[in-house]
Each structure stands twice: as structure tokens, then as C-alpha cells.
T-cell receptor
Framework: GENVEQHPSTLSVQEGDSAVIKCTYS??????FPWYKQELGKRPQLIIDIRSNVGEKKDQRIAVTLNKTAKHFSLHITETQPEDSAVYFCAASRGEYGNKLVFGAGTILRVKS | NAGVTQTPKFQVLKTGQSMTLQCAQD?????MSWYRQDPGMGLRLIHYSVGAGITDQGEVPNGYNVSRSTTEDFPLRLLSAAPSQTSVYFC?????????????FGPGTRLTVT
């Protein structure tokens, strides 16, 4: 089955710097790659996603890149702010419905002001 | 819209007891899923459903049952609770959009098995 590895497990950056989180997946048939943000004690919320027919997607300060050949995808956050501090999860799905997600273990992002 | 709701918020069980975690959504979403979240392991899929009357197993289905008699409800049953089932349980719903397959998560149920 699918296996998703996520690095780093923790990341500390200074406010205003960029943060990059990387994930690799094992199943070449995976075709949908979302990123979720989870604040302490809260539910995960989607921040950006990408399908396998797209190489890059951007939404304001957040971007995701996908390299299908290498089977890895990355989350880029620019101009980080203290409210970006949270746990970020990547996931991959090969299902037609995109709901059979396999998640990475998560990255704790701390933005220091 | 209430979105995805889960009850109870907290639960303590003794080993061997059974219980049902409730999940409901009012967005008319076709797809519903149950995940468990353990420290350092992300979220793992337990069971999922692509519509009323249709369910299937995820990564970690052992010890859990589900049913989907209506579009709105997707309860998760623990048959005989074990300490290894101590976790936070999230229910999620989604639809097959044109661009995104966003999953909407409920607030979670924190379960402790002693």
C-alpha cells in the first residue's frame, strides 16, 4: 500500500522567513496530494491541494510543488507569521474520490517573533 | 450548516467495553471517513464510505465496525475496547469536486481505554 514520509518532523523559523516541508510517496498511482494544518486541540483543515496533472499551485503565501517522477511534493510558506505555527500534514490518495488518504506523520512548525 | 459533528467529545472506557462514536454531516456529502490520530503517527484511515449502504476498510480497520444507512450519519463501533485504541478519532466528509476533494473534519472524540 501507499506510504508517505514527511520531513522534517519539527521546523523553527524566524518570522518573515520561508518554511519548506517535504513529503515522498511510494505509490506511483497516487493522484491527489493535499496539505492540512492542525492547530493545537483543533481539527485538521485543508490549506492547499494539488492533483497529479499539475506541477505547482499557489495561494497567496502558500505554494505546493509536485514532482511525479521523483514521487515527492513540497509545501512552501513565504513570509511566515506567528499564526502559521501549527502541525502540518501532507497526504496522498490514489482513489477516484480522493478520500482514501494516507497521511504523513506531520511537521511541527514554530514561527518565532 | 453545522458541518461535521461528532459525539461524544471525550470518553473513558474500560477494556472489553463496547461503544459507538457518532458522526453526522449536513452538507449532503457523498463520502465519509473515520481516522484515528496518535502522537507522531499522523492520521490513519480506519473505514470509509462512498455512499449510503457502501463501506470499505482503510489502513487500520481491526476492532472497528461501521455502517452507513443514511447519507448524513456514519457511526463507528468499537466492539471490545483495548488500550491500543486510546486515541483521538476524527470523522470527515467530502464530495468529489471539480477541483478539490477537500475533506471536512469533525471536532474529534478523545477516547481513553483503561
Amino acid at each position: 500500500g501507499e506510504n508517505v514520509e514527511q520531513h522534517p518532523s519539527t521546523l523553527s523559523v524566524q518570522e518573515g522567513d520561508s518554511a519548506v516541508i517535504k513529503c515522498t510517496y511510494s505509490d506511483s498511482a497516487s493522484n491527489y496530494f493535499p496539505w492540512y494544518k492542525q492547530e493545537l486541540g483543533k481539527r485538521p483543515q485543508l490549506i492547499i491541494d494539488i492533483r497529479s496533472n499539475v506541477g505547482e499551485k499557489k495561494d497567496q503565501r502558500i505554494a505546493v510543488t509536485l514532482n511525479k517522477t521523483a514521487k515527492h511534493f513540497s509545501l512552501h510558506i513565504t513570509e511566515t507569521q506567528p499564526e502559521d505555527s501549527a502541525v502540518y500534514f501532507c497526504a496522498a490518495s490514489r482513489g477516484e474520490y480522493g478520500n482514501k488518504l494516507v497521511f504523513g506523520a506531520g511537521t511541527i512548525l514554530r514561527v518565532k517573533s | 450548516n453545522a458541518g461535521v459533528t461528532q459525539t461524544p467529545k471525550f470518553q473513558v472506557l474500560k477494556t472489553g467495553q463496547s461503544m459507538t462514536l457518532q458522526c453526522a454531516q449536513d452538507m449532503n456529502h457523498e463520502y465519509m471517513s473515520w481516522y484515528r490520530q496518535d502522537p507522531g503517527m499522523g492520521l490513519r484511515l480506519i473505514h470509509y464510505s462512498v455512499g449510503a449502504g457502501i463501506t470499505d476498510q482503510g489502513e487500520v480497520p481491526n476492532g472497528y465496525n461501521v455502517s452507513r444507512s443514511t447519507t448524513e450519519d456514519f457511526p463507528l463501533r468499537l466492539l471490545s475496547a483495548a488500550p491500543s485504541q486510546t486515541s483521538v478519532y476524527f470523522c470527515a466528509s467530502s464530495y468529489r469536486g471539480l477541483i478539490t476533494y477537500e475533506q471536512y473534519f469533525g471536532p474529534g472524540t478523545r477516547l481513553t481505554v483503561t
